[in-house]
């Protein structure tokens, strides 16, 4: 399973989508936190991700519908990283953005990598199925 380097990216964009439920998204200029938790919306995007890049890890025995499951998962990330931006151009001066704000994004683009090198494999398995095919007569 993880001798492929589609699986080092896969486990790298479900690490960063599971560390996003320890971490704050905004803290204030006084001292407050706010988390990725504690909003509904980014809470369901949260879960949501982090559950489709455990699935597309662990579904390494069926190529083509880790494949899918990759796609969906970087649609929904990016539409994460969409809402968490607007979020950004709404916000107030005394809120301050962490670094966290761009995971989505980053595991989006982690996850359609390693869907890439996934694609890649099941073309290989293809072609190398085709010609061990008998031939018809």
Request: aromatic letters at 14%; a positive charge.
């Amino acid at each position: 399973m993880f001798f492929r380097i589609q699986s080092l990216f896969l486990s790298i964009a479900a690490g960063l989508n599971i560390s996003m439920f320890f971490t704050n998204l905004i803290r204030f200029t006084d001292g407050l936190a706010i988390s990725f938790w504690e909003y509904t919306p980014t809470r369901i995007f949260l879960l949501v991700t982090s559950v489709l890049a455990v699935v597309a890890l662990s579904s390494f025995k069926n190529r083509m519908f880790q494949i899918r499951i990759c796609n969906l998962s970087t649609l929904i990330a990016l539409g994460f990283q969409i809402y968490l931006a607007v979020l950004f151009f709404r916000r107030e001066p005394e809120m301050i953005f962490t670094i966290n704000a761009v995971f989505p994004i980053v595991s989006a683009i982690l996850t359609f990598t390693g869907m890439r090198y996934v694609a890649r494999d099941e073309a290989m398995v293809m072609a190398a199925s085709r010609l061990r095919r008998p031939k018809k007569r």
